[in-house]
């Protein structure tokens, strides 16, 4: 987005008196497929989204690392000699890459400078994995660490999960690190493998905000948890994804009815990330969507992580049938997002419908981006012809 790029630029100008030495960003992210799958040592199919956060910066001479974003109050500003929690906002991710930076053996140069973004804060696309990767690619461009993506994600996860003390996995982190363009990433989150899926030819991923957030989903979550691992001890494994669906079958019976169900969607779940793959590979857009559609009925159904407005939203979208080929839920569940793979000729109209669908249905206004699969965190060059 150079419009970004040139509103940080502007603003470093306009605070420091000169242009930036370094432009950086990293990119948020949306799960095509594989959801829940993560903490079941399974696998997820996200790509990085065409929606980033941006920092223009210089080097200071001194340890200092000041940050004023155009988006949030107050600045990052702390000596990286003293990193230390204070009042818990968005300036802990930052403080929270440093301390992780730094206990890797890092040595880290301070750096001041503006950022911005584009990625919709709260609605499950990652915002908060695109600040740690983008606050990561800046500490190495001002000291000059070689950029290891995947080391970078396990950071930015240690990040997370220890300095600012949300417990996610490796997903978020791994794809705003390592996305390229015009692909997804299958991850294997038990040893952290990635291969790189192409989206297939014409077609566009359509993220679908319902306008409604998470309420309290710690509890169903840490639920959902206890009854994979209850599953999982019944099969005598270490996780759910070592279970495939014809030993599942042949057992399943023998589980109460929710543990079953819930074992039924994780399980199901792999497999249809790994047909996933494989469709993209055979640039399949038709199978990909029937998957697409399979996830949302087996979310909303076995695991029941779904809402009543996500439910309408990708009714909306499914009604659509010569334009939608598939659309789900996405993310944690119980509100925030759906996404919908769409013939890209037809996304604005389709954007329009389901728009107008929606609004009929739930009331409620949704916000509705058309994306395209982008690159993971880089340095950007100062000046770029077309920005």
């Known amino acids: 987005m150079s419009s970004l790029k040139e509103r940080v630029i502007a603003q470093f100008i306009s605070r420091f008196g000169e242009r930036p030495s370094h432009i950086v960003r990293a990119p948020g992210r949306v799960n095509l497929i594989g959801e829940h799958t993560d903490y079941n040592d399974g696998f997820v199919l996200p790509m990085a989204i065409d929606r980033a956060i941006w920092i223009a910066l210089r080097p ?11 988006d949030l109050e107050p600045a990052a500003d702390f000596s990286l000699d003293d990193v230390q929690h204070t009042a ?11 301390w992780a930076l ?9 750096w001041e400078g503006v950022s911005a973004g584009d990625i919709p804060v709260g609605a499950g696309l990652s915002s908060s994995a695109a600040l740690e990767l983008a606050v990561a690619r800046a500490f190495a461009a001002v000291t000059g660490f070689a950029w290891e993506p995947a080391q970078m994600a396990r950071l930015a996860q240690l990040a997370e999960n220890k300095w600012v003390g949300v417990n996610c996995g490796i997903m978020d982190q791994m794809i705003s690190a390592a996305g390229k363009a015009g692909h997804a990433l299958l991850i294997d989150c038990r040893t952290l493998e990635t291969s790189l ?7 566009a991923v ?7 957030r998470r309420g309290l989903v710690d509890s169903a979550y840490n639920e959902r948890r206890a009854q994979c691992e209850a599953a999982a001890r019944f099969f005598q494994v270490p996780a759910l994804r070592d279970v495939d669906l014809a030993t599942f079958n042949a057992h399943a019976n023998e589980l109460d009815e929710l543990t079953r169900r819930r074992a039924r969607h994780v399980i199901s779940e792999n497999q249809r990330t790994i047909e996933a793959m494989a469709a993209m590979l055979q640039q399949d857009a038709v199978t990909l969507g029937k998957l697409i559609n399979a996830s949302h009925a087996s979310l909303r159904d076995d695991f029941e992580v779904s809402s009543k407005e996500l439910n309408q939203i990708v009714e909306c979208a499914q009604r659509r049938e010569t334009v939608c080929l598939g659309a789900r839920m996405t993310g944690a ?13 037809s996304a604005k109209a389709f954007a329009a419908a389901v728009t107008a669908c929606y609004q009929a249905a739930s009331g409620l206004q949704p916000h509705i981006y058309i994306c395209q699969a982008a690159d993971g965190a880089s340095e950007v060059p100062r000046e770029q012809k077309g920005d």
């Not at 200071?60 to 155009?70: N, P, Q």
């Not at 818990?88 to 440093?98: L, R």
């Not at 730094?102 to 301070?110: E, F, I, P, S, T």
């Not at 899926?197 to 077609?203: F, I, K, N, Q």
């Open 197 to 203: 899926a192409p989206l297939p030819p014409e077609t």
């Open 88 to 98: 818990g906002d968005w300036t802990e991710y930052v403080k929270g890459m440093a």
């Open 333 to 345: 569940g119980f509100g925030g997002c759906a996404i919908a793979l769409v013939r890209d000729v």
């Open 102 to 110: 730094q206990g890797a053996g890092l040595v880290l140069q301070g």
């Open 206 to 212: 359509v993220i679908m905000d319902t306008a409604t």
């Open 60 to 70: 200071r001479s001194d340890r200092r690392v000041l940050l004023h974003s155009l």
